[in-house]
């Protein structure tokens, strides 16, 4: 038998992890949390009004460490660099909440959503309903649904949730594949995400490759190994306006600056 990859050890864990919490936090009182929760913003209206204007959308990062490369970012205040990104001129923000993997937190989001106006993605390992109610209980207004996880059913039923909960959804494939079972759910963001979760490699042929199979109802974020200007622009000539971007601004000291710059 192959060993698990990083992702199958994820899910496994993340299993354990719905269970533990629900002890402590049941559905029900999630379903009272979200009654006083921040009112949803706009994530794919944000997206949808920049790219309108004729201007890149760019999901700014909040991570402080990935598996792959172990901790990104030292000095990590998730409040100064959600304000440091809006100054910069991201349009949404991405924060991790995995702890095991990532080093994230439920907190950090919160701490970044409050400290901005910017719509967040709560960006986790999403497979069971548990945590769709929990991500809108902390304020987020969108979540990350990953196809190479997921079976068709369970994703359209947490998308269905999502959904009714006022959340936005943004559905993360890496192959032909995974598009197609995507794309009868008929979500409006489709994320190709340039790096195999299996084993880390990034290329951004993976999101060129896909583009032919997607039409233009559709608006792509393309996700990982965006680095440089010359990504940016490679991306834009292929039609490709919406960015996901961790790690190039999570190594800047000023992470809004090197947004501003990478996208000027
Ligand atoms: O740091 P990068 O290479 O700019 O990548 C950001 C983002 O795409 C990446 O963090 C990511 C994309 N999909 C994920 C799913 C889970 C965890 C992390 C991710």
């Known amino acids: ?55 890149s959308a760019v999901i700014a990062e909040v991570k402080k460490a990935s598996p792959s490369k172990g901790v990104i970012r030292e000095h990590f205040q998730p409040a100064e660099i959600a304000c440091s990104y809006e100054k910069g001129g991201a349009t949404c923000l991405s924060v991790l909440t995995d702890a095991d993997f990532f080093q994230g937190s439920e907190a ?27 991500a809108r209980a902390i304020g987020a207004d969108c979540i990350l649904l990953i196809a190479a996880a997921l079976s068709d059913g369970k994703m359209a039923e947490l998308n269905t949730i999502a959904q009714a909960l006022g959340m936005d959804v943004l559905i993360e494939v890496h192959n032909a594949d995974e598009l197609a079972r995507t794309l009868p759910l008929g979500n409006r963001l489709i994320g190709i995400n340039n790096r195999n979760l299996h084993n880390f490699d990034t ?23 965006i680095h ?15 960015f996901l971007v961790g790690e190039a601004f999570m190594r800047a000291e000023e992470p809004g600056e090197k947004l501003a710059e990478m996208f000027a």
């Open 203 to 225: 290329s951004l042929s993976t999101t060129y490759d896909l583009l032919d199979s997607i039409s233009d109802q559709h608006i792509v974020v393309t996700e990982s190994g």
């Open 108 to 134: 950090y989001l919160q701490q970044a959503r409050e400290a901005c106006s910017l719509p967040v993605i709560r960006k986790d390992f999403i497979v069971d309903p548990y945590q769709v109610y929990e």
């Open 1 to 55: 038998m192959s060993l698990p990859t990083v992702l199958e050890r994820i899910i496994e864990r993340k299993f354990e992890e719905v269970g533990e919490r629900e002890k402590q936090r049941s559905v029900s009182q999630l379903q009272d949390d979200i009654i006083t929760a921040s009112p949803v913003r706009g994530f794919v209206q944000a997206i949808a009004n920049n790219i309108a204007a004729g201007r």
């Open 228 to 242: 440089r200007r010359e990504d940016v622009a490679a991306m834009r000539e292929h039609g490709v306006n919406a």
